[in-house]
């Protein structure tokens, strides 16, 4: 692998190169971490719409939760009931596109994020997107569904208080249908998952993972974007997360809390990030192929401010990245599990 030449690399998932530029990062790493100071931590905030027993925007007010809570989206990007039909003349096309977004707020707790929280209340939050995503599945209109986080105002997320979404459509979203293909593809060939082929080759060079347990790996994929772009990857091949056993379910609790902490750690702050669950679509016959997986996608590239833009030439032509995949995964690797916020 050329480490100090400029070099293209594959990402299969998808099928598109991403430019690697090692050279530019030539300098060491100058250890120089310009923490933001966080806001002051409050556990219950009177103006916050997700806090318990407080109104929401559209005039609802949220019940007393004490563990997890779930509402359809006040303002949601899709309707339940929109119009069938649609547009095709020529090259001018459209359809309609039916939906339900809800979103899940992870802990009653204003302050709390995953990294914070408690083993068994993530396991909560996951047990809750296994019942979402189940029962989104069964609605006659919906063909995916897409479960994410949003993390911090850097990503656009308007409230700190730690939640989550679930958007559901009728239609198959254009990543999940091109990494649908790309693994179908690879397992009519390989009859094994492409992930599971990966996971092996990583896992024999142990070069690019972050942490792992018993049931999943969190590695910096060799064909990451982002700079601290990171994928978790159960080692048994599922095509979805309701196909986890109760075993796993507290592993995966595990893999994110701890995933998150390093996140939160590298630069002491709380990270911006998106997260999200990749899973064969709901309503696919056959899924045999699939191997679902979770994205973890954060801007941050130097510290608590300084972020990569995707402009100029990776807007108009490649995504590029300087710091590698493997001095990505390694500054990960070395950072402490504990939460910046709780040493004493
Ligand atoms: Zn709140
Ligand atoms: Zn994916």
Redesign the pocket.
């Known amino acids: 692998m050329p480490e100090d030449h400029s070099h293209r690399r594959y990402n299969p998932?998808l099928d598109e190169w991403v430019l690697v530029s090692p050279h530019r990062t030539k300098r060491p790493w100058q250890g120089q971490v310009e923490s933001l100071i966080d806001e002051q931590r409050v556990t219950f905030d009177p103006t916050c719409y997700l806090c318990p027993g407080n109104a929401r925007v559209g005039g609802v007010t949220n019940p007393t939760y004490d563990d997890t809570y779930v509402f359809v989206n006040d303002f949601a990007a899709l309707q339940s009931d929109a119009p069938a039909g649609g547009t095709h003349d020529g090259l001018i096309r459209a359809e309609s596109e039916r939906g339900i977004c809800k979103v899940i707020c992870f802990s009653p707790r204003h302050d709390l994020t995953l990294g914070e929280m408690a083993k068994a209340d993530v396991a909560r939050v996951v047990r809750v997107w296994q019942s979402e995503f189940y029962e989104l599945g069964t609605h006659p209109d919906i063909g995916y569904v897409q479960i994410f986080e949003n993390r911090g105002a850097m990503m656009g997320s308007s409230n700190p208080h730690p939640h989550g979404q679930i958007w559901s459509t009728q239609h198959v979203p254009n990543?999940?249908q091109r990494?649908d293909a790309q693994q179908q593809a690879y397992y009519a060939i390989h009859r094994q998952t492409l992930l599971s082929s990966y996971l092996q080759q990583e896992l024999s060079s142990g070069e690019r993972i972050v942490c792992a347990n018993d049931s999943f790996v969190t590695l910096v994929p060799f064909w990451a974007v982002w700079p601290f772009e990171t994928?978790i990857v159960p080692r048994r091949p599922q095509a979805m997360i309701t196909e986890m056993t109760v075993k796993e379910v507290d592993d995966l609790a595990d893999i994110l809390k701890r995933t998150v902490t390093r996140y939160d750690n590298l630069f002491r702050t709380l990270f911006p990030y998106s997260l999200g669950i990749?899973q064969a679509p709901v309503k696919q016959a056959v899924s045999d192929h699939w191997h679902w997986?979770i994205?973890i996608v954060p801007p941050l590239l130097r510290s608590a401010t300084v972020r990569k833009f995707m402009v100029g030439y990776e807007l108009l032509a490649e995504p590029q990245r300087d710091i590698t995949p493997e001095q990505a995964a390694k500054r990960l690797r070395d950072l402490s599990e504990m939460h910046y916020r709780a040493e004493v």
């Open positions: 998932l990543l999940v990494e994928m990749h997986h994205h």
